[in-house]
């Protein structure tokens, strides 16, 4: 007999405490995917995904992951039975609550007379595998909260480009943009791609919270996406809009200014990834030298190529901040001087001539 796997053992402790339940995170990564935001989220440290499926930190429910990308239960021991009996429990009603966690776009099974696009596990009954798209069917009425991980599930992404053979789509286009779950939480969107590492484990704590009863109704955009992680553009985010207020632009890679000439979208999209760093604050796009391609939009790709081309507003704006710029920069560099050099009472005299006087 296998020897139980962590995933395993914490779900057994839940069944024998029905008053703690844990919370389980079914995790489909059998989208149109490359399972980037999968790897994405093992870098993640605020918090880690340690510390989430450990229950570090204050106030979270159990949690039980069943996520392939390190589940035991997936690997060369156990085969993949064990771990898509989750799944089928789950289907059954018998995993009470769990969050379903959705990685890659959904093809559309419909234009395909046979075969299929893309799922995993098979029907016990048909012994055919059963799609991506039926698992979101079986899955999404019983799930406390549906989260769309990655741009690929939440708005389509590279695979729904122009001129995909897939009709490829993201989770809320397939299951309608006013879903909501049981429990009244639409879908949550965590666009990226791939996804940053904490803006998923942040997002998965939040949820955790709600769903532990101490945090209200997580705040959402139109596009579903978390307010307090792209309520911001890159561009108010980025260490390199002061070259750009100042009308210095980079026109080779290399350089320590903005980028927008070499294709920089970063003033018209909505991504914290500058600003934050991608991992502890290190890394990035276009904080880093590398252009923003709108990887987090809905648009993206196909509203942003070719990528190393100037964005067609980017011009108009370049241009109007290189006069600006060129005025404020001369400015600036006369103030500049005046605060380069210190004040001229700090020298080494036998009276002091800071304008001190006693008060006696
Ligand atoms: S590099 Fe991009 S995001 Fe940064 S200041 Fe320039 S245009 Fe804005
Ligand atoms: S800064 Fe731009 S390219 Fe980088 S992650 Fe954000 S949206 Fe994607």
Redesign the pocket.
């Known amino acids: 007999m296998n020897p139980p796997t962590a995933t395993t053992a914490e779900a057994d402790v839940t069944e024998a405490s029905p008053d703690d339940p844990t919370v389980h995170i079914l995790w489909i990564n059998a989208g149109l995917s490359c399972d980037g935001d999968s790897v994405s989220l093992t870098a993640a440290t605020q918090p880690s995904i340690e510390e989430l499926a450990l229950g570090a930190l204050p106030g979270l429910p159990k949690v039980a992951v069943h996520w392939p990308l390190i589940d035991y239960e997936c690997g060369p021991v156990e085969g993949a039975d064990n771990f898509v009996e989750w799944f089928f429990k789950a289907d059954r009603g018998e995993l009470e609550p769990f969050v379903l966690v959705v990685e890659g776009s959904i093809p559309n099974e419909r234009i395909k007379p046979e075969g299929y696009w893309c799922g995993f596990g098979d029907d016990p009954e048909t012994g055919q595998p059963i799609t991506t798209s039926e698992w979101l069917d079986r899955l999404t009425p019983k799930a406390l909260a549906v989260v769309a991980i990655g741009t690929c599930a939440t708005y389509g992404g590279i695979h729904a480009m122009a001129g995909n053979p897939t009709g490829a789509m993201g989770v809320p286009d397939y299951l309608g943009w006013e879903w909501k779950s049981k429990a009244g939480i639409p879908i949550v969107c965590i666009p990226g791609c791939p996804v940053h590492p904490d803006n998923a484990s942040e997002t998965l704590l939040y949820l955790l919270y709600q769903a532990a009863g101490a945090a209200p109704m997580i705040p959402l955009d139109e596009e579903l996406r978390p307010t307090w992680l792209f309520g911001a553009t ?2 108010e985010g ?1 260490d ?2 002061g ?2 207020e100042q009308g210095q632009f980079a026109d080779e890679y290399g350089s320590p200014q ?3 000439k070499l294709g ?1 979208w ?2 018209v999209v909505k991504c914290n990834v ?1 600003k934050r760093g991608w991992i502890n604050g290190v890394g990035g796009c ?2 880093v030298g590398g252009i ?1 391609i709108g990887c987090t939009m809905p648009g993206f790709p196909d509203k942003f190529m070719p990528f190393m081309d100037e964005p067609p507003g980017g011009h108009v704006s370049a241009a109007a901040s290189g006069i600006y710029g060129s005025v404020v920069r001369r400015l600036r560099h006369f103030t500049e001087k005046t605060a380069d050099k210190e004040p001229k009472w700090r020298t080494r005299t036998e009276t002091i001539k800071t304008g001190y006087r006693p008060p006696w």
């Open positions: 890159v561009h980025c390199r809009a070259y750009y903005c980028l927008v920089c970063g003033p500058p276009p904080n923003c």
